[in-house]
């Protein structure tokens, strides 16, 4: 069984994504590709001096040539370059494992979130993770690397959707937890109330995050097309209905159009990246469209 990426997306996949870049419209805390320096110490390749050796510090980053010629123990500090740090929020609840035909909202959603943190490593800049339901249930700290990216995808692929959903509610505590500005993705079905996401999605911006919402729906939750009388059980709570959907076609599409407008409005005005992607999309040509759009936009 294929592990990380390899799980996730094919090498013919990988080699067209790997030509796109993910750019922040926004002054984040960073910028593309380690292009600028910033004067904290980190962890990236570029020496920048020592410093005494404390209990807690990493003995990796001890210098032990420093040792040999003084018998103290030093660390090396680096230059922390100032690489744009991409958050990805990927919706592990329970109605994220909904799917009408071959692929669950949950499979979509990872999918594209391997896509966009591909893209992100390759261009040199840095990807973490947050899984969350209720609340947050996995967190990986932004690193630049494939390996990080690869040990993340693994995690990823080891989750399964099946909490109850408190998105508004997650992303708050997310948004709480990235200290430093960042661009975070949101990669969910967004069942929650309108007005709770809005505050949600406030919240980041707030905090100067530049912000895209990926809203993953499956077709079926946007029109209701299914042709014959069934049995609707919600995946949370379990709760069993008997309808016809063609019968509440028409003022199921309304309500929910509702829904997504109210959605869209609140993104729009505090200048969110919204896109709606259906599962029935071609995950590959919708990345690669989205991103060469978005690069457009930034030039």
């Known amino acids: 069984m294929a592990e990380g990426i390899a799980s996730f997306l094919t090498p013919e996949q990988l080699a067209k994504l790997g030509r796109l870049l993910l750019l922040s419209r926004y002054v984040v805390e960073g910028n593309l590709a380690g292009a600028h320096r910033s004067p904290r110490k980190g962890s990236s390749s570029e020496f920048a001096d020592h410093k005494a050796y404390i209990p807690g510090d990493d003995p990796k980053h001890i210098d032990w040539k420093v040792f040999g010629r003084t018998d103290r123990y030093f660390v090396k500090r680096y230059q922390d370059e100032t690489n744009l740090r991409v958050y990805l929020a990927v919706d592990r609840s329970a109605s994220m494992a909904y799917g009408a035909d071959k692929i669950t909202k949950y499979q979509y959603a990872c999918q594209l979130a391997a896509a966009i943190g591909y893209v ?91 912000v895209i919402v990926f809203h993953v729906l499956d077709p079926t939750e946007v029109d209701l097309s299914f042709k014959k009388g069934a049995q609707f059980e919600d995946m949370e709570t379990h709760e069993v209905v008997t309808v016809d959907p063609r019968a509440l076609a028409k003022d199921y599409q309304a309500v929910f159009g509702q829904f997504l407008d109210a959605i869209r409005k609140s993104c729009s005005t505090m200048n969110i990246d919204y896109r709606l992607c259906r599962t029935d999309q071609n995950m590959e040509t919708f990345v690669r469209a989205y991103l060469e759009e978005r690069r457009r936009c930034s030039g």
């Open 120 to 210: 992100v490593v390759k261009a040199r800049d840095s990807v973490g993770l947050f899984m969350h339901s209720e609340t947050i249930d996995f967190r990986m700290e932004a690193a630049n690397s494939f390996l990080h990216l690869n040990n993340m995808l693994k995690h990823m692929q080891s989750i399964r959707p099946g909490a109850r959903t408190e998105v508004a509610r997650s992303l708050h505590e997310i948004a709480e937890s990235i200290s430093r500005r960042a661009l975070v993705v949101i990669v969910s079905d967004l069942y929650d109330d309108p007005e709770a996401l809005a505050l949600a999605f406030a919240h980041f911006r707030k905090q100067h995050h530049d």
